[in-house]
């Protein structure tokens, strides 16, 4: 089974503090994706990054950052974690081409207080 | 602009109750339609990938059909173990990468 995994279920934040949330994937997937996913706004796409290195903006990447170093692992980082930023953050991989499907991690729990 | 539109928002059955679940899109060339089931507190869980009008896919109770507007999940005599919100998402020709368009869900609630 594809294993798509979030390194924390629950993180509470303080404002101005960097955030890491990480996420490494057991299938050699190329790509990897972060979204969050807000109540009546549905799943909104953060970043993605289809190789190693490489990153792409999604729809909304302001006060976000990612890294991919290895290929197994995308981090996304919240710069200065401000209160807007509370939100469930998903990780997601998928293999190419890309036509397949993605598999999705179990998601974090950010609260910024 | 590309859009996903799921409806209803929210849905109430009794146990064996068949019903559908609705996803109308607008893209300017599709590669694929994703169908996700995704529980309280979870990451979605993948269920099917349709490519091409006309297309089905069954699994158990669920089955998922593709016109070239709309994709329906229709849920035949459904059990209290369903109830979860239904993500639909589409991939088109032109989207950054391979990144997916997500409806906002239906959220499903069966009764016993």
Redesign the interface.
């Known amino acids: 089974d594809v294993k ?1 995994t979030q390194s924390s279920r629950y993180l509470v934040k303080r404002t101005g503090e960097k955030v890491f949330l990480e996420c490494v994937q057991d299938m050699d997937h190329e ?1 990897m ?1 972060w ?1 969050r996913q807000d109540p ?6 953060i970043y ?1 990054s ?1 190789d190693v290195k490489m990153k ?3 729809d909304i990447p302001e006060g976000y950052s990612v890294s991919r170093e290895k290929k197994e692992r995308f981090s996304l980082i919240l710069e200065s974690a401000s209160t807007n930023q509370t939100s469930m953050y ?1 990780c ?1 991989s ?1 293999s ?1 081409p ?10 974090t ?1 950010l609260t910024v207080v | 602009e590309d859009q996903v539109t799921q409806s209803p928002e929210a849905l109430r059955l009794q146990e064996g109750e068949s019903s559908s679940l609705n996803c109308s899109y607008t893209v300017s060339g599709l ?2 339609l ?1 169908w ?1 089931r995704q529980d309280p ?6 269920l099917f ?1 349709l ?1 091409s009008a006309g297309e089905e896919k069954e699994k158990e109770r669920l089955k998922a059909t593709l016109t070239k507007k709309e994709s329906f999940l229709h849920i035949t005599a459904p059990k209290p173990e369903d109830s979860a919100t239904y ?1 639909c ?1 589409v ?1 088109a020709v032109g989207q ?5 368009i ?4 239906t959220t499903l609630s069966v009764s016993s």
């Open positions: 798509v790509n994706f979204y009546g706004l549905g799943l909104r796409l993605f289809y792409e903006k999604g998903l997601a998928s190419y890309i036509h397949t499907e993605a598999f999705f991690g179990q998601g729990r | 590669r694929g994703f996700y507190g979870k990451g979605p869980e993948f990938t490519y993500l998402a991939q950054a990468g391979t990144a997916l997500f409806g906002k869900g």
